[in-house]
């Protein structure tokens, strides 16, 4: 079913006790859950649950089934990220489920790639396995990124230029996270602009409100710029978060590598140790370490190089 019949039937008062929601939208995936929490009125302190496939043992998950509740009807047990699981694996997991009847509310999530495609055969391919289960299917489309800006817009009282809204539609066709966190970028600049008393301060925000700074710090980085790094620390305190940082050098790269293909097979180990170190960067931003900004900021300090005349990818 879609997200928009599953809606319709908690309108209604239907609520199942198992759903396997698929989709490439973390966020998507994560307000449907608080909507199933908050029709099933769960105490969140006592019986709300959630942790990762990965994380513990399904002996100890199967436990969790049949725990009673303690301030509820029923207890709302979520599995997030099957897709860390191989096919074996998530066949296994899915035989171990459908054995089970437990009075509880089970919710697992998929996290598919963005890929159309993609996402209908695993949806195909994941309702096969799993038995008497609610399946939820999420895919973002410029249909709905458009709806989805008008109705935040709409809720929170703002006013866009069609020009913004047409970037924002552009920029975010299909991904409803990113707009999300550009949206609420936009607002906080809106608010800050209120209070401005002085023209640096002016000046300090019209340099945050470019939509394509971030970029042009990797555009700076793939040019091999030594002065990468000082308009980096420039932009830093208009980053919500340091994963902004980290998808625009990996656009950076892909993009490096579709204009120049040759780079790919010439200078494939330098590449490679290239987006190594962008995913341990990536992984720290998960983990909130507190050397995320040093990781950065050595990173356009020693990588810039390579990029440059003589270096380990322009290098002859």
């Known amino acids: 079913m879609t997200d928009r019949e599953l809606r319709e039937e908690l309108k209604k008062g239907i609520i199942g006790n198992r759903y396997l929601l698929v989709g490439d939208e973390t966020l998507l995936i994560n307000n449907t859950i608080s909507l199933i929490k908050k029709h099933l009125q769960v105490n969140e302190a006592f019986d709300f649950e959630t942790f990762s496939i990965s994380e513990i043992p399904l002996e100890e998950m199967i436990e969790k089934f049949y725990v009673t509740p303690f301030g509820s009807k029923q207890r709302l047990i979520v599995i997030k990220n099957l897709e860390e699981l191989d096919k074996r694996a998530l066949k296994n997991f899915a ?76 920029e975010f066709g299909n991904d409803i996270t990113g707009l999300k966190n550009e949206i609420e970028k936009i607002e906080n600049y809106l608010y800050e602009a209120k209070t401005l008393h002085s023209a640096s301060t002016l000046k300090d925000l019209a340099r945050g ?42 656009r950076g790269l892909l993009y490096y590598v579709q204009r120049k293909p040759n780079v790919l097979t010439a200078r494939k180990k330098a590449l490679s140790n290239l987006l190594a170190e962008v995913s341990r960067i990536d992984r720290s931003v998960k983990k909130s370490s507190y050397f995320v900004t040093l990781m950065f900021e050595l990173f356009f300090l020693k990588k810039g190089n390579i990029f440059r005349k003589g270096g380990a990818i322009n290098g002859r």
Request: glycine share 2%.
């Open 209 to 250: 409100l470019c939509d394509f700074n971030k970029y042009q710090v990797v555009d700076m980085f793939l040019k091999g710029r030594k002065d990468t790094i000082e308009h980096f620390e420039e932009f830093k305190p208009y980053l919500r978060s340091y994963s902004e940082m980290v998808d625009a050098v990996t």
């Open 95 to 170: 035989e171990a489920i459908n054995k089970l009847s437990f009075p509880n509310c089970l919710i697992m999530t998929y996290r598919a790639k963005k890929d159309n495609r993609r996402t209908k055969n695993v949806y195909k391919n994941i309702t096969g396995l799993f038995k008497k289960i609610h399946c939820v299917t999420f895919q973002s489309d410029k249909n709905l990124i458009h709806k989805w800006i008008t109705s935040r817009l709409k809720r929170d009282g703002l006013t866009f230029s069609p020009s913004v809204i047409r970037y924002l539609e552009e």
